[in-house]
C-alpha cells in the first residue's frame, strides 16, 4: 500500500494565496503533513503497521510549482453522466482564475475523444463567466464520451501541442487508468504535465476514499423512486414494487436508498449471491412476505443477479470504456416474479421502475454540492504545486491526495460481513441468506 504522491519538481514560487489572504492563517498545508489510513487505535507498545500508512493532505501550499501567469490547464469530463460534474467544472475553472490567477483555461469537448485530433472536437476556453451557472445544471457543459484512449500516445501528442500544463480529469474507474497513462507516458517524454484526477462515479466504487461525489445525490434521488414503489404496492393486493438502481459492482446506492427509506423489503444487491428458487430462494421468500403482509418493496442493483441472465461468451462483451455489458436483472426479475406468482395461482399486481437516467443527469443536491466545489478547489492546490498522478478524495473526514495507481487497484464494494450491511438487514428484514442448503 504506497501513498507516495509524485512531484514534477521543486516548489519555488509563492503562492497568490499569501498576498490574497495576508490576515488569515488560511490553513496552508506542508508534505510533511499527513493522514492515517487506519485510525483504530492499538495498544501501548504494539504498534500494527497499518497505523504507519498515511495519506498525503491535501490543501494549499505556501510554495507552488507554477508561475499561474504562465501556464495552460485543461479540463476533461469523461465516462458516463453523473450529478455535480458541472460543479467542479465550475470550481476549478473558479479557483484557477480568481484564486491563482491563471488566465488560460480549456474544456475538453466529449472526454478523451475530443484530444484526438481525428474527431475535430476542438477545445472550448473556459471563463468565469461561461461557468457562472454551470453549477445550477445536470450532466456536464463539456459534454462526454466512453472510449476514446485506443492510442494514448496521441492523447498526449495533442496535450503537448495545445501547451497544457494540467490536465484535470474529472472521471471514473477506466478515465483514471487513462489519466494515469497519461501522466507515465508524460514522464517518459520528460513532460512537465500535472494530471489531477476527480473521482466520478454515483456507485461510490473507488477504493481509498470515503465517497465520490453525486453519490448522496444519487441515492437521494433513488428515495423518490422508492416512495412511489411503496405507494403502487401498498395500493394493490398483493401489490409488488420493484425499482432497479445503478451498481454494477457494488450495491452502495440500493442499500443507501434502502436505509434512507425504510419501507424496503428485499434488497439485492452484487455482492451478495441468491437463489431465485428453493426453500430458501428469493421468490418463496418474497411469497411469504406477501401472504403476511400483503405487499412487497424490493430494490435491485443493475449488477446483482447476472449468473441467472448471461452466459461466459456474453460476459466478455465490453463498452467503449472497458465495461462488462450487463443484461438487464429489473427485466428479468419482473418476467420471473410474474411467471412465478402465475404458476402458484396466486396474483399479484407488480409494478417495475427504473429510474437510472433521470438520477444520473440530476443537478447535485446541496450537500453534494458543497462536496463538488471542495474537490475543485483542493484539485487546483494540487495541480498548482506540480502533484501529479493522483486524485483528490477524502478519508475520515479529510481532504488526501491518493496515486491513480492505488485508487485502479481494486474496487471498494459492499462487504456482507459489515455492520453497514447487517444494517440494511435489519432495516429491510429480509433473510440474511437466500441461499439453498447445498450452496452455504
Known amino acids: 500500500m ?10 519555488k514560487i509563492s503562492s497568490p494565496l499569501i498576498t ?58 469523461s465516462g458516463g453522466l453523473c450529478p455535480g460534474i458541472n460543479n467542479v467544472i465550475r470550481s ?10 491563471v488566465q488560460n483555461i480549456l474544456g475538453i469537448r466529449y472526454g478523451f475523444m475530443g484530444l484526438n485530433p481525428a474527431t475535430n472536437y476542438e477545445p472550448v476556453e473556459l471563463t468565469p463567466h ?12 463539456l459534454g462526454s464520451s466512453r472510449g476514446g484512449t485506443e492510442d494514448m500516445e496521441s492523447i498526449v501528442d495533442t496535450l503537448e501541442r495545445l501547451y497544457v500544463n494540467i490536465l484535470y480529469v474529472i472521471g471514473g474507474d477506466g478515465s483514471l487508468r487513462a489519466a494515469h497513462d497519461v501522466a507515465v507516458i508524460a514522464e517518459k517524454r520528460n513532460l512537465k504535465l500535472s494530471v489531477i484526477g476527480v473521482p466520478k462515479t454515483i456507485d461510490n466504487d473507488v477504493s481509498y ?18 416512495y412511489s414503489a411503496h405507494v403502487e404496492a401498498e395500493g394493490a393486493p398483493n401489490g409488488i414494487g420493484l425499482v432497479k438502481l445503478m451498481g454494477r459492482y457494488s450495491g452502495f446506492i440500493a442499500a443507501n436508498s434502502a436505509l434512507a427509506m425504510n419501507d424496503v423489503n428485499f434488497v439485492l444487491i452484487p455482492e451478495v449471491l441468491f ?40 460476459k466478455q462483451e465490453r463498452d467503449a470504456s472497458g465495461n462488462i455489458k450487463l443484461a438487464d436483472i429489473g427485466v428479468y426479475l419482473r418476467d420471473t416474479i410474474n411467471k412465478y406468482f402465475k404458476s402458484i395461482e396466486m396474483a399479484v399486481n407488480l409494478k417495475y ?33 506540480g502533484k501529479t498522478d493522483m486524485i483528490v478524495g477524502q478519508w475520515n473526514n479529510i481532504f488526501t491526495h491518493i496515486p491513480i495507481k492505488m485508487v485502479t487497484s481494486k474496487r471498494n464494494q459492499v462487504n456482507p460481513q459489515s455492520r453497514f450491511w447487517h444494517n440494511v438487514l ?15
Open 130 to 141: 461561461m461557468v457562472r451557472d454551470a453549477h445550477k445544471m445536470g450532466g456536464t457543459i
Open 92 to 101: 476549478i475553472v473558479m479557483e484557477s482564475h480568481y484564486r491563482y490567477g
Open 20 to 77: 490574497k489572504f495576508p490576515s488569515t492563517d488560511f490553513g496552508f498545508v506542508s508534505d510533511t503533513e499527513k493522514i492515517l489510513y487506519d485510525v483504530k487505535r492499538y495498544d501501548a507498545g504494539n504498534e500494527n503497521e497499518k497505523s504507519k500508512i498515511c495519506f498525503e493532505k491535501a490543501g494549499p501550499r505556501k510554495m507552488i510549482f507554477y508561475d499561474p501567469a504562465r501556464i495552460r490547464v485543461a479540463i476533461i469530463t
Open 426 to 440: 435489519e432495516a429491510t428484514g429480509q433473510p440474511a441468506n437466500m441461499l439453498n442448503h447445498h450452496q452455504l
Open 353 to 385: 421502475i427504473d429510474p437510472s437516467y433521470m438520477i444520473r443527469s440530476a443537478p447535485a443536491n446541496p450537500n453534494d454540492a458543497i462536496f463538488c466545489a471542495l474537490l475543485g478547489q483542493y484539485a487546483v492546490h494540487a495541480g498548482m504545486a
Open 209 to 226: 476514499i470515503q465517497r465520490t461525489f453525486g453519490f448522496e445525490t444519487a441515492f437521494s434521488r433513488a428515495v423518490d423512486s422508492i
Open 275 to 314: 437463489d431465485l428458487y428453493g426453500e430458501n430462494g428469493f421468490l418463496h421468500h418474497l411469497e411469504q412476505r406477501l401472504r403476511r403482509r400483503g405487499h412487497a418493496v424490493i430494490c435491485v442493483a443493475e449488477g446483482a443477479g447476472q449468473n441467472f441472465l448471461v452466459t461466459d461468451q456474453v
Open 2 to 11: 504506497n501513498f507516495e504522491i509524485t512531484n514534477l519538481g521543486q516548489c
